[in-house]
């Protein structure tokens, strides 16, 4: 199966470089996952730590400090909101390196809006992303938008005239079905 590349991705590289944390958020299948095994292929990324696996708990549990401090950067942690301590114990670690781009953690539930009795430990330390289905630029491999080329130079004119829309993929016919993709 191939996997399509997704829009977000150069953007999160590019917060990496001068944020230290970026959370990644969205709902489940969305491909969170995913995208972040596309990115760990490239050179520079260390592996995928998953919160999923009951021994990374385990291991995380009896020393999150130590844990965090031995993770190579960046760093992506995934099914991170299954630890609700992650994120005081990734703004200590944070706060001790004081470098840009060490982790990524990503998750279904909002990550750590409550931990620190309600407020956030990671505000002026992490950006948050929403990672959404697939959308149908994402669909199409295309680079540019629906926004982009319904009110840039390849805006395609519609007459309502018109018998039948021949090009499925044209903006107009996105528009008119309602731009969702193909279930």
Known sequence: MKLLPRLLAPLLESLLQSTSV????????????TLCDELIRRPGWSPRV?????????TF????????????SPCFIDEAQLEPTI???????VDERRVPGQFVLTGSARLGRDALGGSD??????????LMSLTQ???????????????GSGWIHWRPSQPRIANHGSVVCRELTGCFPVI
Do not use: W, Y
């Open 121 to 130: 430990p990671l505000a002026g330390r992490a950006v948050r992303l929403r």
């Open 87 to 93: 994120t005081v114990a990734v703004k200590r670690v």
């Open 50 to 58: 998953d919160f999923s696996d009951q021994s990374t708990q385990e």
């Open 137 to 151: 630029s994402e669909l199409q491999q295309q680079t540019n938008g629906f926004i982009d080329r319904a009110f």
């Open 22 to 33: 970026v959370i990644l958020e969205g709902g489940r299948a969305n491909g969170k996952s």
């Open 61 to 72: 549990r009896l020393d999150p400090l130590r844990f965090l401090r031995n993770l190579p």
